[in-house]
């Protein structure tokens, strides 16, 4: 297995709380979808690219690891640039841009057991209520980022061992390996955890 998608680094975000980290992603989220003008996004957008490139993670290394969402930002940009107009297209463009880079900020710069943790002490609250139960949250928020990294790394496999039998790498051809794989893994985490008694606690 992968380690998560955190790095090391001593940036000031690295030094920043948890619960501050994920204030300030809140309320960022919040900003983003309440602006509509262009001359405020496109500095903001700047800002969140200059923000997650100060954890020290290296161009290549940023770009590969948010491509496919941008990819998928891409398509909705274009697809209200179609159907409504240019400049809906890139207001879009320019708010989901700018939280799938200050969320890769935050991931980039906080290890899982951290998230796990506070998460489960913000949502504690509300499990007196018996509303959710804080441990099963923070666990699956917890295997989402954890699977992440793996799941780029099993894409990887799956185009190399296309490309060495001469094979086109094609999204059809990569992505229904990529499901049954990805699959195959989520059944062995569940029955880990059904056998350690997680969900029983």
Known sequence: MLNGLDIEGNSPL????VRGKLIVLFAAAILLFLLSDLRLLVP???????????TGIGVAEAARRTRFVLFTV???????TVFQSPHEGAVVFCRLSTLVLLAAAVT???GISAFMDEITRLITPLERFGFVRAADVSLAVGLVIRFVPEI?????EISAAHKA???PVRPLTTLVPLIILTLKDADTIAMAIDARGFRRQ
């Open 14 to 17: 690295h030094r920043m709380p």
């Open 44 to 54: 903001a957008l700047g800002l969140s690219v200059a923000l997650y490139l100060s």
């Open 74 to 80: 891409l398509l909705v940009a274009a697809a209200n």
């Open 108 to 110: 980039a710069t906080t």
């Open 152 to 156: 780029f790394a099993r894409y990887g």
């Open 165 to 167: 039998r001469g094979l």
